[in-house]
């Protein structure tokens, strides 16, 4: 059990959008920034945003990252067959004094 | 450029120990904290440890805590993961990754660890 909730799946049509939630607490994204990790087959993850809402140079801008209140949202649009992977949530908890993730939600490009 | 390349996995019986390092280059190591992170077969990522720049701060997951030791080496920019007691559920991929405030932000290619008898 994850202590940040995301959907195990999500899938769309090339081209299309598909947005991602992530779900936590006060004392995690409430209160902390959230990072997100794209993880394709075989590999290591990777930063696509940071703080919330900052893409790191090399990210395109067809990533987004947003965040409300406990929950935070991540979205890819124009949507390609290279983008099918594990995405994954981060943040720090405070009560916890660890870095917690979600359970990571799989990207299927239909 | 940011580089972390993980050693020292492989296989390991239930109960033995083992030693993993983390090699950085490319920014200033003491500067920054520093993460373990793990990932079982098909499975989630599960962060282990961090450490600050310092030392002064070092963190464990409750799954390892009282089994695992993170250190690091500033003058020799490494990072280090002893892990003792080991067991079954310790099978997986080790990464590691510099922290950038309070998320990791840069992984290595990680290293595999296998608790089997």
């Known amino acids: 059990q994850s202590v940040l909730t995301q959907p195990p799946s999500v899938s769309a049509a090339p081209g299309q959008k598909v947005t991602i939630s992530c779900s936590g607490r006060s004392s995690n994204i409430g209160n902390n920034y959230v990072s997100w990790y794209q993880q394709l087959p075989g590999t290591a993850p990777k930063l696509l945003i940071y703080?919330?809402?900052k893409r790191p140079s090399a990210i395109p801008d067809r990533f987004s990252g947003s965040k409300s209140g406990t929950s935070a949202t991540l979205g890819i649009s124009g949507l390609q067959t290279g983008d099918e992977a594990d995405y994954y949530c981060g943040t720090w908890d405070s009560s916890l004094s660890a870095v917690v993730f979600g359970g990571g939600t799989k990207v299927t490009v239909l | 450029e940011v580089q972390l390349v993980e050693s020292g996995g492989g296989l390991v019986r239930p109960g033995g120990s083992l030693r993993l390092s983390c090699a950085a280059s490319?920014?200033?190591?003491?500067?920054?904290?520093m993460n373990w992170v793990r990932q079982a077969p098909g499975k989630g990522l599960e962060w282990v440890s961090s450490?600050?720049?310092?030392?002064?701060?070092?963190y464990y997951a409750d799954s390892v805590k009282g089994r695992f030791t993170i250190s690091r080496d500033n003058a020799k920019n490494s990072l280090y993961l002893q892990m003792n007691s080991l067991r079954a559920e310790d099978t997986a991929i080790y990464y590691c990754?510099?922290?950038?405030?309070?998320?990791?932000?840069?992984w290595g290619q990680g290293t595999l660890v296998t608790v089997s008898s």
């Open positions: 490319g920014f200033t190591f003491s500067t920054y904290h």
């Open positions: 990754a510099r922290a950038d405030g309070s998320s990791p932000h840069y």
């Open positions: 703080d919330n809402n």
């Open positions: 450490i600050s720049g310092s030392r002064a701060y070092i």
